[in-house]
């Protein structure tokens, strides 16, 4: 047996994981004792190596509402949450939502899933959108907040959970401050960046002040906070879902594809499409009876 021990964990809906396919998969790859972090949701087993065939049994799982992550096992705790707001940690992304109320829903809705999907530039397209919304009132935003902004479940779990364990967490978003700084307070993250909404005379100009936070920002976020921190880029989770997290995942410790876009997912070997953010402490290896609230 190497030195570097591994661990696989499956993660589904409450109730979707069967004692059956945990064991089966088990004994198909030679691992050790089976843990049960949450009952009929979240398990895991030591291995000595990442077995051969972990992606096709990975895509198997997929079919079954499963997910499969297999990792080191030293070192997968982290100590800073990196998180991306729209799609991850709420349900909904903003800037639709507003445009929704606009009256301009469905075509600001499509320019996002193409931006998202990494189809358009960034920067144009939060341009072409926030231009669609000139003239509403500001007040617009909080109305927006109260009425159609839902938590993803587990955000809360997750980030107090984290922080109770001596974490940091960083709310890290292409949206915008008005939305992320009341996000953030709701679910205790630390500190927020995210695009500043022009406001003149109480009504949104239509503009993005500048400079505009893309795929580059939340990679200098992952710099900046690291090293104010003491911290090195492996004590970081990271969690996204649009291409504009891509960077910030693929330098992170651990980068997580959250019911990512199809573009994202081809790039990340850790994607959770069953679970909900919960997930992220159970592939940290975290039990439900540990959960922070």
Same mark, same amino acid.
């Given at each position: 047996?190497?030195?570097?021990?591994?661990?696989?964990?499956?993660?589904?809906?409450?109730?979707?994981?069967?004692?059956?396919?945990?064991?089966?998969?088990?004994?198909?790859?030679?691992?050790?004792?089976?843990?049960?972090?949450?009952?009929?949701?979240?398990?895991?087993?030591?291995?000595?190596?990442?077995?051969?065939?972990?992606?096709?049994?990975?895509?198997?799982?997929?079919?079954?509402?499963?997910?499969?992550?297999?990792?080191?096992?030293?070192?997968?705790?982290?100590?800073?949450?990196?998180?991306?707001?729209?799609?991850?940690?709420?349900?909904?992304?903003?800037?639709?939502?507003?445009?929704?109320?606009?009256?301009?829903?469905?075509?600001?809705? *499509? %320019? $996002? &899933? /193409?931006?998202?999907?990494?189809?358009? =530039?960034?920067? #144009?397209?939060? !341009?072409?959108?926030?231009? +669609? @919304?000139?003239?509403?009132?500001?007040?617009?935003?909080?109305?927006?907040?109260?009425?159609?902004?839902?938590?993803?479940?587990?955000?809360?779990?997750?980030?107090?959970?984290?922080?109770?364990?001596?974490?940091?967490?960083?709310?890290?978003?292409?949206?915008?401050?008005?939305?992320?700084?009341?996000?953030?307070?709701?679910?205790?993250?630390?500190?927020?960046?995210?695009?500043?909404?022009?406001?003149?005379?109480?009504?949104?100009?239509?503009?993005?002040?500048?400079?505009?936070?893309?795929?580059?920002?939340?990679?200098?976020?992952?710099? *900046? %906070? $690291? &090293? /104010?921190?003491?911290?090195?880029?492996? =004590?970081?989770? #990271?969690?996204? !879902?649009?291409?504009?997290? +891509? @960077?910030?995942?693929?330098?992170?410790?651990?980068?997580?594809?959250?019911?990512?876009?199809?573009?994202?997912?081809?790039?990340?070997?850790?994607?959770?499409?069953?679970?909900?953010?919960?997930?992220?402490?159970?592939?940290?290896?975290?039990?439900?009876?540990?959960?922070?609230?």
């Amino acid at each position: 047996m190497g030195d570097q021990m591994f661990v696989a964990t499956l993660i589904a809906k409450q109730g979707d994981l069967t004692p059956a396919l945990v064991e089966a998969l088990r004994n198909a790859w030679g691992g050790e004792i089976v843990q049960w972090l949450a009952a009929d949701e979240a398990a895991e087993f030591a291995l000595p190596a990442v077995p051969g065939n972990a992606h096709t049994v990975w895509g198997d799982l997929q079919g079954q509402a499963v997910d499969l992550i297999v990792q080191p096992f030293e070192g997968r705790r982290k100590k800073m949450l990196l998180a991306d707001m729209d799609s991850t940690m709420i349900q909904q992304e903003c800037i639709d939502e507003l445009a929704a109320e606009a009256g301009v829903g469905d075509r600001v809705a *499509d %320019i $996002t &899933a /193409r931006a998202m999907n990494g189809e358009l =530039d960034f920067e #144009a397209a939060i !341009d072409e959108r926030v231009g +669609l @919304l000139a003239g509403l009132d500001e007040g617009i935003i909080d109305h927006v907040l109260e009425t159609r902004i839902d938590d993803m479940p587990g955000g809360r779990a997750l980030v107090q959970t984290m922080k109770a364990n001596g974490g940091y967490a960083a709310l890290v978003s292409g949206g915008f401050t008005a939305f992320t700084s009341a996000v953030a307070a709701r679910l205790g993250f630390d500190e927020n960046r995210a695009n500043t909404l022009g406001v003149e005379g109480g009504v949104l100009s239509g503009r993005v002040v500048r400079p505009i936070l893309g795929q580059q920002a939340k990679l200098e976020a992952l710099n *900046d %906070i $690291t &090293a /104010r921190l003491g911290l090195a880029h492996t =004590d970081v989770l #990271a969690v996204g !879902d649009g291409m504009n997290d +891509l @960077l910030m995942l693929q330098n992170a410790g651990t980068g997580v594809a959250l019911h990512g876009k199809p573009a994202l997912q081809e790039k990340c070997d850790v994607r959770v499409n069953h679970g909900d953010l919960t997930a992220l402490l159970y592939l940290q290896g975290y039990a439900k009876s540990e959960f922070v609230t």
